[in-house]
């Protein structure tokens, strides 16, 4: 698959503030091909947004790149000159965060906004396009953010990132400041333009039920790595990493009428450097002594990749068999 529009390979990436390091992402993989859509989900603190952010290398100042990559059709994001990072971030990606109001200029009308995106000479009636894309009234152009609600500020957002037709969106947790009825809508616009223009999209959500109903792939983020990528479908549906396993049990979806959501037991580690194994062995039913001392390599389960030693082993797959059943 040399010819994915994606491609981080074993990226770990520190933040140093003071004298403290914190390592966010530990060695961490991910594929994506064009035009394809992958939910990245995982718990707070699992490496998510500095995932997603390191794609256009748009990230803080207290962040060291540790080792490994992004590639974005072929270019190699953290060794681009900045003239070259510029084009491709201008070119090929797009980006949508969780505060809408935030990601917009508040003392700029929001057709000024626009046309900054589109280009000098870009009139009336583009932007005016661009809005009716996002199913808003053009007469919002003459709107500053403040005047906008949440859920219409991030469509402004969501029209700015798609307006240059990038070949890849990274959305962080857009909907995540907005209330439920809002949410879809929004949803519905970045899934439905992104279809259109044959954009790839990277959803980092904690959302599950949401992401296994509009992704094609999943991947689970644990402690900076990706722990199990696969078909949506397989990944939610029999996890094969007891990580997976824990999370999808943990989802308000897996609550039916009369059941309780089952917490993951523990909490996430805040490395502060390489883990020595697995980042989950301390919380997982199914550890065994390698796995706090060594690094699982990659292992194909069905449709799925997984960083588990005991990937595949009966143990993990009577477990499986069990959870599906019930
Ligand atoms: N700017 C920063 N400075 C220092 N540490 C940071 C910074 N941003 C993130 N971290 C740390 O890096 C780790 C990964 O954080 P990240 O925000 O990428 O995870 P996440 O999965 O997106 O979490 P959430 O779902 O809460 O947004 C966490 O331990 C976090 O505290």
Redesign the pocket.
Known sequence: MSGALLRVEHLSLD?R?GGRT?R?LDGADLVLDEGASIGVV?E????????GSAVGRLL?R?AHLAGGGVRVAGEPVFDLAPAALRRLRRELLGFVFQDPIASLDPTMRVGRQLRLVLGRRAGDKEVAGHLERVRLDPAVARAYPHQLSGGMAQRVAIAMAMATEPRLLVADEPTAALDSQVREEVLNVVFGLAAEAGAGIVW?S?DLPAVARRCERVAV?YGGRVVEEGPAAEVLGRPAHPYTAALARSAPAAAGPGTRLVPVPGRPP?LTGPAPGCAFAPRCAFAIDRCSRERPALARVGGQTVLCHRAGEPVLTAAREAEVDA
Do not use: E, N, R
Not at 44 to 51: A, F, M, P, R, Y
């Open positions: 933040y503030i914190v966010a995982g707070s603190g699992s490496g998510k947004s500095t995932l803080p207290a980092l904690h983020m805040v």
